[in-house]
């Protein structure tokens, strides 16, 4: 098959154009940076995700340059208040403490992020599956790196890696040294029920967890998480009886979409031309609700680095991004291993709904340990 070859280089080719890859194109363009992005698939692109964009993760899009709310007139989506944890004997709850989060069908999020960067300028690849890269020899430093897809050849200075958690980049560029901290199964269901509140709930159970997120007016998002394959939303309710009660006359809306969610680390996210981000670069388990901020957090850090031709910084940004929301993970997961820990846990929230208003607001970062770890400033021309 003949494959067409472009002729210019742009600086950035990003592999992937899920939410990591778009957040990370518009990013770049405002950086005055010429970008591809390029995708297997073609939008819509869904997900099995939770839908629930934290308050951080709205923070994080508008540093990214992309102000959600704004955008929001045109989709139904729901504001989301706070967090409940539900066991069998308690109920804690915090609420954030400034602005809300955003519950949002995936699609949505997806297309509105789309949008923003189509109106840039970025160029899109669709359909457009991602074989291989060459990189140019150690001897001719400055010349771009081939991206070979199974329709044509594109050209680049910078490559990033946004394809997700089983990133092929990532093994073509030699980052693939990890620590796995945890591997769970995640399964999504819509339902269609108007919310019983603009809480996030997250039921825990002897055989996992399942959260709720308001996602509009009709409808929630349910992710059931747990060690072991989830053969429906069903079997995950029989052990969630309160949850089960709840959804009791509600009606599905959907197929339910399942996934791997890992607890993920990796030693290296870039070399000197290739960059890993989003699921990509390493993940934290999905109960934490953080996978997306970090990859918006990325997207600003990443541009920066690429900006100033200087990925270092890139790696150090990472790591410092990475750091808080992955103890957050492997707090909440001893929680998921030892019921009496987590009865305890949700108890001693109950009676002091400080303690967790406390915790809830460094997770989502608006503490003063984490406004002590800034990330790179963006600097934008448009
Ligand atoms: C069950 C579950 C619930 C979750 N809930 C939440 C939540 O409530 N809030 C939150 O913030 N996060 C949540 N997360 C995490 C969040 O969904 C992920 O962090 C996020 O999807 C990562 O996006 P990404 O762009 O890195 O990867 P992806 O969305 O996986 O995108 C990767 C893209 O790369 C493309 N691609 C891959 N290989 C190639 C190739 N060779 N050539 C071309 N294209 C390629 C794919 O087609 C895809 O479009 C949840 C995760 C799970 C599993």
């Not at 949850?243 to 070399?271: E, M, N, W, Y």
């Amino acid at each position: 098959m003949h494959r067409r070859t472009s002729s210019i280089p742009s600086d950035v080719a990003i592999i992937g154009a899920g939410p990591a890859g778009l957040a990370c194109a518009i990013a770049s363009i405002r950086r005055g940076l010429q970008v591809d992005v390029i995708d297997a698939m073609r939008p819509p692109i869904d997900k099995a995700c939770g839908e629930g964009l934290m308050p951080d993760s709205l923070q994080a899009l508008a540093t990214v340059g992309l102000d959600l709310e704004k955008e929001l007139s045109r989709f139904e989506t729901h504001p989301l208040h706070g967090i409940r944890f539900l066991d069998e004997t308690s109920t804690a709850q915090a609420a954030f403490p400034a602005n809300p989060g955003r519950g949002i069908r995936r699609t949505i999020l997806h297309q509105v992020l789309l949008d923003r960067a189509n109106s840039l300028g970025v160029r899109f690849h669709w359909e457009n599956s991602v074989q291989d890269i060459s990189q140019p020899s150690i001897a001719k430093q400055s010349e771009a790196t081939l991206i070979h897809t199974n329709r044509q050849t594109l050209r680049a200075r910078y490559v990033v890696g946004a394809d997700g958690p089983g990133s092929r980049v990532a093994k073509w560029a030699g980052l693939t040294r990890e620590v796995i901290h945890s591997r769970r199964i995640g399964l999504r269901q819509h339902y269609n029920i108007a919310p019983w509140t603009s809480y996030v709930e997250v039921y825990w159970g002897p055989e996992g967890q399942a959260y709720v997120t308001p996602i509009s007016s009709t409808q929630v998002c349910v992710a059931f998480i747990a060690n072991q394959k989830i053969p429906t939303p069903d079997h995950a309710l029989a052990h969630l009886p309160a949850l089960r009660q709840r959804l009791a006359t509600a009606k599905l809306r959907d197929h339910a979409r399942g996934s791997i969610t890992l607890g993920r680390t990796l030693h290296r996210v870039a070399t000197t031309n290739i960059a890993l981000i989003g699921d990509a670069s390493g993940s934290v388990d999905a109960v934490t609700g953080e996978g997306l901020a970090l990859a918006f957090r990325q997207a600003s850090a990443l541009a920066s680095a690429i900006h100033g031709d200087n990925l270092a910084a890139y790696q150090h940004a990472h790591r410092r991004i990475q750091r808080l929301p992955t103890l957050m993970s492997k707090a909440l997961l001893l929680m998921d291993r030892h019921p009496n820990f987590r009865n305890k846990t949700i108890s001693l929230f109950e009676r002091h709904p400080s303690l967790f208003r406390h915790l809830l607001e460094i997770h989502i970062g608006d503490s003063p340990i984490r406004r002590r770890t800034p990330h790179l400033q963006p600097n934008y021309t448009t």
